[in-house]
């Protein structure tokens, strides 16, 4: 990292963005190459450009940057039309070769203790305005995307997408699955919206390891049941067979209750762990939730650029990379902040040099306060209202009127 260069020079540096300048994709591209497109949108995700008259006001406001870039003038408008047309697969392809400047990172991080990597599979839902989608119908004042999500849990403090799938929000959970469920040495989990017998069985017969809460009607027959320990929230551990044809191959039932009395009931394939372990792994199934919140809350990917296919889906790819950069410089940085944190001090220093970045990183507020302290009571003070508001401090018992 160079001191003096900008922030947000350096997020933009960390993409491998050579591709991106071949003369075949930037044809005809006079005023814009693919590299300079992406940059300035990634630059957008991070700083929160949420419109395109705000992208306008930013780009005239931010000078070194558009020159950083290589942008001389472009409009707003032009940059719509540029990013609902851009191949997605391009931003595809850059995201798995970002994810993979991410794994020189985090090679070396084995999951959770005692259990491993995690893969939690489930997606979420973009809602987009009736009159301007109706491509993304479903039902009555419902029009929708969905981002088909795999995250991977390296370790308790570190979690990323791996890989995402676009679809219209006509698509299941069970078909946006069978794209990210794939031989790997860590364990799925699942919600009981990916519940399949049939996928199920074929998930065991490829020695994919999962956890995957079972919906309340299935059929379940017990074959054996194995002892519960005492004082955990563990109500059963049994071999069964699910179904009534019994024709499926035998799974492993943990039921537990948690703490608001709410029994889960969960097949697993992972006969090596503890059945207090079974159900932690179901637990942080919460974390892909706590993603989701965080892309649309702290990238504003509620906020979307473009109501067109094509555009939408560049937008959920240029999301997922600007999540992974801000990960990659937590990683580098060795900063013990939180991602939130991280990606504030990037909005913050976004133009500021990377020297003055890492020293706010850095810094630790001086502990001025003696701790919680005893707050005397302090006599109750007339309360100074001023001379413009109407206060009423006591209501009179309303006197009956009448109309004279």
């Known amino acids: ?38 940059k300035l949108f990634i630059t957008a995700q991070l700083d929160h450009w949420e419109s395109y008259p705000e992208f306008d006001i930013k780009m005239r406001a931010y000078s070194d940057l558009m020159k950083d870039i290589g942008i001389e003038s472009i409009s707003s408008s032009q940059l719509s039309r ?71 849990v390296a370790s308790p403090d570190v979690h990323y997408p791996d890989k995402i799938v676009p679809s219209n929000g006509k698509a299941s959970d069970h078909e946006g699955g069978d794209l990210l469920i794939e031989s790997s040495d860590a364990t799925y989990v699942m919600d009981r919206g990916y519940m399949d017998k049939i996928r199920m069985n074929q998930w065991i017969k490829d020695g994919i390891e999962f956890v995957i809460r079972l919906k309340s009607d299935i059929t379940i027959h017990v074959v054996e049941d194995f002892n519960v320990p005492e004082g955990e929230n563990i109500l059963r551990d049994a071999k069964v067979i699910l179904g009534n044809e019994r024709k499926m191959e035998p799974v492993r039932l ?33 974390i892909i939730e706590l993603f989701f919140k965080w892309i649309k809350q702290t990238l504003r990917f509620v906020k979307v650029w473009s109501t067109k296919p094509q555009g939408i889906w560049n937008q959920m790819f240029i999301a997922m990379i600007a999540y992974v950069l801000t990960l990659i410089i937590k990683l580098k940085t060795k900063s013990e902040k939180s991602l939130l944190s991280i990606i504030k001090h990037i909005q913050a220093y976004l133009h500021r040099t990377w020297e003055e970045f890492i020293a706010a990183l850095a810094y630790k507020p001086k502990k001025t306060s003696k701790g919680r302290q005893k707050i005397r009571e302090k006599p109750k003070e007339k309360v100074q209202y001023g001379r413009v508001a109407l206060i009423i401090e006591k209501r009179k018992k309303q006197v009956k009127r009448t109309i004279k």
């Open 82 to 152: 540029r990013i609902n047309d851009l191949d997605t697969s391009i931003l595809q392809n850059l995201f798995f070769k970002v994810l993979h400047e991410l794994y020189l990172h985090t090679h070396q991080l084995t999951g959770l203790p005692n259990i491993g990597r995690l893969r939690i599979v489930d997606a979420t839902h973009i809602k987009l305005p009736a009159v301007l989608s109706d491509w993304a119908y479903v039902t009555k004042g419902w029009n929708v995307v969905k981002m088909h999500t795999r995250l991977v």
């Open 1 to 38: 990292m160079i001191a003096h260069k900008s922030v947000i020079s350096q997020c933009l540096s960390l993409l491998p963005t050579e591709d991106l300048a071949c003369p075949l994709l930037n044809y005809e591209m006079k005023k814009l190459s693919v590299e300079q497109l992406v």
């Open 254 to 286: 943990v039921e537990y209750q948690d703490s608001e009395g709410k029994v889960y009931k969960v097949g697993t394939t992972r006969w090596d762990l503890s059945s207090p372990e079974i159900a932690e792994i179901y637990k942080n199934r919460w």
